[in-house]
């Protein structure tokens, strides 16, 4: 166990090693990963030095007091909120070493290639196949939604490698190189005009069986640990009081009087405590994490994230009234970063409405909610034992 003190003394003699004003910005970054002061609850040896998770506010405090340069989670966020923590559950040593680091530095991006065109909310369903072919699997399929692939080096993705098993077995999970032969990424256009996410078509990919994270057929159970780090990630990011779409609200609230009306005024203030509700449970949610894995709770921050924007932006546009209609640009952009709450409140408005389908459709996380929180019973499933190939389509 290392203590608080202890952080201090390695967090100083790394800054004292590697000025941040002179040492160049990867660097730095590498340093710090070797240091095991990236993710202190991680091994040793991996960026961590198997410390408590809450440790790492010590680390953060220190460097951001020194100006220390940070990895820029929010571009690399899939690799840091999903494909890290799935690699540290699931991988071989090897893997561990290969992609952790330059994943953490942000020398490497990562995609996530798991939704599809043809199984909807039903991730389970999916139909991209991965065949095997003496040490490679050969894939074939197409993914959608997919944030970064045009910038991904790497991707997580799953592919049924056995069609005669039931829809949640025969799953099986692996680390895609989407530099390779047979990937083609599309942009797909939104309705905000730009093309954040992609389609990607996977002909023939070649990926080696040491790629592969975890069991043949597991490749469901593995896809849990992501999904739930995933749902964390967008639901419970960190934000300060009057972070986010309502303190955006709040502050045309106050700055714009002639906009004011009693209805208005009722509904920013309901939506207001609510924003503070879902901050503080977020920050529950933290410390919970402290003490082990995401649990179904992320399911329930993610879902009460989704419904609060589209609540917020669409007060935001009445509270406008025709200044909130006009939309500044509809010239389409490649943006490398998920941008929930930039530029006007028409983009925001539209933007929003995608909160309920990213990172699990709020239908399927109402059932996760149902089952695994409040205990109810299980929504009856008449294919959980049909073989994927003969179920209706």
Sequence with gaps: MTDAAELVIRTQELLAAHPPATTERTDFLKARFDAGLAWVHYPEGLGGLGAARSAQAVVDAELEAAGAPDNDPRRIGIGLGMAAPTILGYGTEEQKRRFLRPLWVGEEVWCQLFSEPGAGSDLAALGTRAVRDGDDWVVNGQKVWTSSAHLARWAILIARTD????????????????????????PLRQITGEAEFNEVFLTDVRIPDAHR???VGDGWKVAQTTLMNERVSIGGARIPREGGMI???????????????????????????????????????RQQLVAGHPGPEGSGMKLGFARLNQEISGLEVELMGEEGLLYEDWTMRRPELVDFVGRDPGY????????????GTSEVLLNIVAERVLGLPSEPRTDKDVAWKDLAR
């Design 163 to 186: 069609p005669d098993a039931p829809k949640h077995r025969g799953i099986t999970y692996f680390v895609c190189d989407m530099t390779d032969p047979g990937v083609d990424v599309r």
């Design 213 to 215: 994270l975890g069991e």
């Design 247 to 285: 303190g955006i609200v709040a502050k045309t609230w106050r700055e714009r009087p002639e906009l004011r009306t009693h209805d208005l005024h009722q509904r920013l203030m309901k939506l207001w405590v609510e924003a503070e509700v879902a901050r503080l449970t977020g920050e529950r949610l």
């Design 348 to 359: 925001r408005y539209l933007r929003a409405k995608g909160n309920s389908i990213e990172g």
